[in-house]
């Protein structure tokens, strides 16, 4: 059904309905699908990051890194805080040697229709050293982390790689409702730019 929006129309992630301006979600309920609540994917993960990658066709073995302290790691997957008892960190590393170009791009769209700032760490482009692993690198937007996990969330929702040299990234682009949903999440504890 189509309908007018006094304050136009909000373009919605794939599978959910599109709304009006006026209707958008809220930092606790941006208005995405509901993902049941699981036993953590991985150590090291926030149970609501881990039941949105399980929601975004992630599973355990995908999964190379949550908290650690790797010198390559330069401090981003240090512990952000507890849950339950539990550490985690917002960041998450996922393997990407068995996937095309276009299957990083399509998981890149469902982590950030999840809620992840997420990009491509492919060697040699977008400030990304040759030398260096190809993965994927995710933040979860909705949870409290660390300075340089927030600069990453802000980098995400301005077009840039998330690196020290905040340049603009080229491998993929997120779309207009996964900016907004990244920023209704990030709201959640923080002032998005």
Not at 38 to 65: K, M, W
Request: proline fraction near 7%; glycine fraction near 8%; include cysteine.
């Amino acid at each position: 059904m189509q309908s007018d929006c006094e304050e136009g129309c909000h373009e919605a992630p794939t599978g959910t309905a599109d709304a009006c301006n006026e209707d958008r979600g809220t930092p606790t309920d941006p208005g995405w699908p509901d993902c049941p609540h699981r036993a953590l994917l991985h150590y090291g993960i926030h149970p609501e990051a881990s039941d949105r990658l399980r929601c975004a066709g992630i599973t355990a073995d995908r999964i190379t890194q949550t908290i650690g302290d790797a010198a390559a790691s330069a401090g981003f997957h240090a512990s952000d805080g507890t849950v339950d008892g539990m550490a985690y960190t917002a960041a998450i590393d996922l393997r990407t040697r068995d996937m095309s170009e276009s299957e990083i791009r399509a998981l890149l769209e469902r982590l950030g229709t999840h809620g992840f700032a997420a990009w491509y760490r492919k060697p040699g482009s977008d400030d990304w050293p040759s030398n260096q692993a190809p993965h994927i690198h995710a933040v979860f937007a909705g949870v409290p982390m660390k300075s340089v996990l927030r600069s990453q969330v802000r980098d995400f929702l301005l077009g840039r790689n998330g690196l020290s040299t905040h340049d603009p990234y080229g491998f993929w682009r997120p779309s207009a409702a996964i900016l907004e949903t990244v920023r209704l999440l990030y709201s959640r504890n923080y002032t998005p730019p």
